[in-house]
């Protein structure tokens, strides 16, 4: 067993850097909290007094330059993932960025290809994908108990009063379907393996952008799955597969904390517990030991672009045209 450790440096103190990531790499086995970039002053002051052991960048450049850090985290607003995905590259540093990866799927492909040109690693972040909660909803699918799938539905939403948050900004990579819609679209790549064949969709807009999306696609094997998404509703996370012999529900799908799974067959239903677990932390440890062995991390690049693929066309033909 290796005792090697990588160094990350963290682009942009983030909610999600403040209160997850960052603690998730500090209880990490094998990686160290190096340094972290942020270009708010306040910002650094408490980076400085928290975590006073840790180098504290006032740009992101800075950090990227510094010659000790192997990888970094982005948990930047959506648009500007692009911009520094690819200089983290050209600097030689594995990359874990926030989802969704990138706001067009010409931007996803010049970032795999800066990443592939530059050899290093980039996994979008997609943390549910490390729960118990998730791995135990592949193996019932996996064991064929619900039969052939026929239906998925998952939804994710939540309300968000903040209206100064970067997801109210269209050029930003705003919007429900970008920020949550994202959890559900790939929840069911990861079940199908594949893309739709056909679309159609609505939505809500709010400051130009939408507040709510709702989407049908249908898939290969007349297969068909149903998302929605939302900043303008209490907090939910449910999905549902139905097959031809059962159905699975998944209360809370892309949470960590203990919880059941639903199957029902018939007269039969049997609640399935699922213990807690640290997505977040297993998250950061599968992708630096991934650098560490020299192997793909659990979500792999194709399926990111598959991903953001889904999320164009589905804006296209709605509002962003």
Same mark, same amino acid.
């Given at each position: &067993?290796?005792?090697?450790?990588?160094?990350?440096?963290?682009?942009?103190?983030?909610?999600? $850097?403040? *209160?997850?990531? #960052?603690?998730? #790499?500090?209880?990490?086995?094998?990686?160290?909290?190096?340094?972290?970039?942020?270009?708010?002053?306040?910002?650094?002051?408490?980076?400085?007094?928290?975590? *006073?052991?840790?180098?504290?960048?006032?740009?992101?450049?800075?950090?990227?330059?510094?010659?000790?850090?192997?990888?970094?985290?982005?948990?930047?607003?959506?648009?500007?993932?692009?911009?520094?995905?690819?200089?983290?590259?050209?600097?030689?540093?594995?990359?874990?960025?926030?989802?969704?990866?990138? #706001?067009? +799927? @010409?931007?996803?492909?010049? &970032?795999?290809?800066?990443? /592939?040109?530059?050899?290093?690693?980039?996994?979008?972040?997609? &943390?549910? /994908?490390?729960?118990?909660?998730?791995?135990?909803?592949?193996?019932?699918?996996?064991?064929?108990?619900?039969?052939?799938?026929?239906?998925?539905? +998952?939804?994710? @939403?939540?309300?968000? *009063?903040?209206?100064?948050?970067?997801?109210?900004?269209? @050029?930003?990579?705003?919007?429900?379907?970008?920020?949550?819609? =994202?959890?559900?679209?790939?929840?069911?790549? &990861?079940?199908?393996?594949? $893309?739709?064949?056909?679309?159609?969709?609505?939505?809500?807009?709010?400051?130009?952008?939408?507040?709510?999306?709702? $989407?049908?696609?249908?898939?290969?094997?007349? #297969?068909?799955?149903?998302?929605? =998404?939302?900043?303008?509703?209490?907090?939910?996370?449910?999905?549902?597969?139905?097959?031809?012999?059962?159905?699975?529900?998944?209360?809370?799908?892309? @949470?960590?904390?203990?919880?059941?799974?639903?199957? /029902?067959?018939?007269?039969? +239903?049997?609640?399935? +517990?699922?213990?807690?677990?640290?997505?977040?932390?297993?998250?950061?440890?599968?992708?630096?030991?991934?650098?560490?062995?020299?192997?793909?991390?659990?979500? =792999?690049?194709?399926?990111?672009?598959?991903?953001?693929?889904?999320?164009?066309?589905?804006?296209?033909?709605?509002?962003?045209?």
């Amino acid at each position: &067993m290796t005792t090697e450790k990588i160094k990350w440096g963290i682009l942009g103190y983030a909610r999600i $850097a403040k *209160n997850h990531v #960052i603690p998730a #790499i500090l209880k990490s086995n094998n990686s160290i909290l190096y340094g972290i970039a942020t270009r708010d002053p306040e910002k650094l002051k408490e980076c400085q007094k928290a975590y *006073n052991d840790i180098k504290a960048y006032d740009n992101y450049q800075c950090l990227l330059d510094d010659p000790d850090i192997q990888a970094v985290y982005i948990p930047l607003p959506n648009g500007l993932h692009k911009e520094w995905v690819i200089k983290a590259a050209r600097k030689g540093k594995h990359i874990l960025c926030e989802k969704p990866i990138s #706001i067009s +799927s @010409s931007e996803c492909i010049e &970032m795999i290809e800066e990443c /592939r040109k530059n050899n290093v690693k980039l996994m979008e972040a997609f &943390m549910y /994908r490390y729960t118990i909660r998730t791995k135990k909803v592949l193996e019932l699918i996996e064991s064929n108990i619900i039969g052939q799938i026929k239906h998925i539905y +998952s939804t994710f @939403s939540f309300l968000l *009063n903040r209206e100064d948050d970067y997801r109210w900004d269209i @050029s930003q990579g705003g919007g429900a379907l970008f920020d949550i819609g =994202c959890y559900p679209l790939n929840f069911i790549g &990861m079940i199908l393996k594949t $893309a739709p064949i056909s679309m159609t969709a609505d939505y809500v807009l709010k400051n130009g952008v939408d507040s709510r999306f709702s $989407a049908i696609l249908k898939y290969p094997n007349d #297969i068909v799955a149903d998302i929605s =998404c939302g900043f303008d509703g209490y907090y939910n996370q449910l999905s549902q597969i139905t097959g031809t012999l059962g159905n699975i529900l998944i209360p809370d799908t892309f @949470s960590d904390y203990e919880g059941k799974i639903i199957v /029902r067959k018939d007269q039969y +239903s049997e609640e399935i +517990s699922v213990d807690e677990c640290e997505r977040y932390l297993l998250e950061v440890e599968d992708f630096a030991d991934s650098i560490i062995c020299d192997r793909d991390p659990l979500i =792999c690049m194709d399926e990111t672009l598959r991903n953001i693929k889904i999320i164009e066309e589905l804006l296209k033909i709605t509002y962003r045209q």
